[in-house]
């Protein structure tokens, strides 16, 4: 199959300039592609289609690249393997380009735009649409604990994301313990393959593609600092350790102590409740000094770190050496009481606790 398509792509090289135009676009590889993009994510994509655009497979003959202002891995990428590279909006010639590829660019693509393309523009998703649609489904699939996510390859539409019809998807089971960051980089790369398998039958997959429904559909939002909020009497302590796999990595979990906020570091797992430890109040902090962690008690046992920020990063040693070594409860102007971290009362706890829901849409 290839054997023919590299020599369909040696005779191209020899007709005349309309021509070959028209025999570029009337259906099939080698394609013709301008790539929207901006992330890390996106630039395993991007690479795939540069190594098999420089391998002579018949699959990809030129690739152009649409990214944002600044010193994004998309540009990097493009200026060190020497691609073209053009602002947002671009400004582009009809006819020249085959396809379009969106993977993590963010920005909506005008129906204009779109129609410059004879076989549309795909979309690379790390989700199995469509649970997740929107810009942070990696981040949300961890929080919900999903056990299978997926990478799904979509037509793209005017007007709304994620809504276009699916022309394939793979799934991909979720490994225990991984955080946000270990499964985009996997899905990176299995979105990556299923790009290129997309574009070698692109034709037969438009033909055959299918509408996506509305049944068990979700929105996945943007992260923010207002989910990184604990709420010790509310979150258990799965919900508190996927929580730190979803976001941690990028915004430290918070709490308040003594009425200044405390970033969480280095989550060394979870304990059950057991003994008198279950009377404990939620928020209640215990110094464990085999493991060198602190203890937080949450809504159904407890959960460790190692470090926090509070003015400066502290080991959980060093804190409990400043702050923990006074035992004696009492009151404060802040409600608090000493060896406690207080949940947040304001919009901070309660717009987490909103936004770790699963959102139908």
């Not at 999903?146 to 998807?169: E, R, S, Y």
């Amino acid at each position: 199959m290839w054997g023919s398509g590299r020599a369909a792509g040696a005779l191209l090289g020899a007709l005349p300039g309309a021509a070959l135009q028209r025999r570029l676009s009337s259906g099939g590889p080698p394609w013709r592609l301008l790539f929207f993009g901006t992330d890390q994510f996106a630039v395993e994509s991007l690479r795939a289609l540069t190594c098999s655009r420089s391998s002579g497979a018949g699959l990809v003959r030129s690739v152009e690249v649409v990214t944002l202002p600044g010193d994004v891995p998309v540009r990097r990428f493009a200026r060190q393997n020497r691609l073209t590279v053009h602002s947002w909006p671009p400004e582009l010639a009809r006819g020249r380009f085959d396809v379009g590829v969106v993977v993590s660019f963010g920005c909506l693509l005008q129906e204009s735009l779109i129609q410059q393309f004879p076989h549309g523009i795909l979309n690379v998703h790390p989700s199995l649409l469509p649970r997740w649609r929107g810009p942070a489904p990696i981040f949300h699939t961890i929080l919900q604990g999903d056990a299978v996510t997926g990478v799904t390859i979509i037509q793209i539409l005017p007007h709304k994301f994620d809504v276009g019809p699916i022309l394939n998807q793979e799934l991909h089971p979720v490994p225990d313990g991984c955080s946000a960051d270990e499964l985009g980089a996997s899905l990176a790369s299995k979105g990556a393959q299923l790009l290129l398998d997309t574009l070698k039958t692109l034709p037969e997959r438009i033909a055959a593609k299918r509408e996506q429904g509305q049944d068990g559909a979700t929105f996945a939002p943007k992260i923010s600092a207002a989910m990184s909020w604990v709420v010790w009497e509310e979150q258990t302590c799965e919900q508190i350790a996927r929580l730190h796999r979803a976001i941690g990595w990028r915004i430290p979990l918070r709490t308040l102590w003594m009425g200044q906020t405390v970033k969480l570091l280095e989550f060394a797992g979870q304990r059950p409740l057991s003994g008198q430890m279950e009377n404990a109040v939620p928020g209640s902090v215990h110094f464990k000094k085999e493991s060198g962690a602190l203890a937080v008690r949450c809504k159904d046992g407890w959960v460790l770190f190692k470090a926090v920020l509070l003015k400066k990063r502290l080991t959980a040693t060093d804190f409990h050496n400043g702050y923990l070594h006074q035992t004696l409860k009492k009151d404060t102007p802040h409600g608090a009481t000493e060896g406690r971290f207080i949940s947040s009362r304001g919009g901070g706890a309660k717009g987490a606790r909103r936004r770790t829901k699963s959102t139908p849409i």
